[in-house]
T-cell receptor, first 115, second 117 residues
Framework: DTGVSQNPRHKITKRGQNVTFRCDPISEHNRLYWYRQTLGQGPEFLTYFQNEAQLEKSRLLSDRFSAERPKGSFSTLEIQRTEQGDSAMYLC?????????????FGSGTQLSVL | AQTVTQSQPEMSVQEAETVTLSCTYDTSESDYYLFWYKQPPSRQMILVIRQEAYKQQNATENRFSVNFQKAAKSFSLKISDSQLGDAAMYFCAYRRGTQGGSEKLVFGKGTKLTVNP
């Protein structure tokens, strides 16, 4: 169990460019979540997967954002035509099970800066 | 929509002393869970303690305990015998029950805890 891994740790991009982040969950965890955290705020839910199925998407997830989890393993979050307002930390979490006993394991996040 | 409010942006405590962090929430649901997460400078969110809404008994985990007041919709975290390693951002979070509910967590804005030696 090596924990939830996120890459890259930092990403600096110019406005209008596309960026992609990767999350590798703990192996055999069937649920994977993406959250966004801006400075001075708590994390905000973006989307989650159970296996390869994307079960819920937040209204925060505009059409410039897309997430995938092929084969129910790693996940990618892509932002197209980045805007300065997209600057934030993007957190990934994974879990096994549901209900009260579900415990989320978070990665260390990808810090995105859009210039 | 559910909301979580942490009214203390920053708190400080002397090492070995006790500190209480406040959290209130708003919901019309009867089945839900409440959590406290810790986020150290490493950025990785770590679960500190959790509480089921239907349980009246307050949860405890070693030096960490909660005061859950369901009628007041209050969920405070008490840290006893504070240690330097407790310094971090602390987030209160809410989650609906899973009977047809969303799996997502709703977080407060956080409280930055400083532990003074």
């Amino acid at each position: 169990d090596t924990g939830v891994s996120q890459n890259p740790r930092h990403k600096i991009t110019k406005r209008g460019q596309n960026v992609t982040f990767r999350c590798d969950p703990i192996s055999e965890h069937n649920r994977l979540y993406w959250y966004r955290q801006t400075l001075g705020q708590g994390p905000e839910f973006l989307t989650y997967f159970q296996n390869e199925a994307q079960l819920e998407k937040s209204r925060l997830l505009s059409d410039r954002f897309s997430a995938e989890r092929p084969k129910g393993s790693f996940s990618t979050l892509e932002i197209q035509r980045t805007e300065q307002g997209d600057s934030a930390m993007y957190l990934c979490a994974s879990s096994l099970g549901q209900g009260f006993r579900e415990k989320l394991f978070f990665g260390s996040g990808t810090q995105l800066s859009v210039l | 929509a559910q909301t979580v409010t942490q009214s203390q942006p920053e708190m400080s405590v002397q090492e070995a002393e006790t500190v209480t962090l406040s959290c209130t929430y708003d919901t019309s649901e009867s089945d839900y869970y409440l959590f406290w997460y810790k986020q150290p400078p490493s950025r990785q969110m770590i679960l500190v303690i959790r509480q089921e809404a239907y349980k009246q008994q307050n949860a405890t985990e070693n030096r960490f305990s909660v005061n859950f007041q369901k009628a007041a919709k209050s969920f405070s975290l008490k840290i006893s015998d504070s240690q330097l390693g407790d310094a971090a951002m602390y987030f209160c979070a809410y989650r609906r029950g899973t009977q047809g509910g969303s799996e997502k967590l709703v977080f407060g804005k956080g409280t930055k805890l400083t532990v003074n030696p």
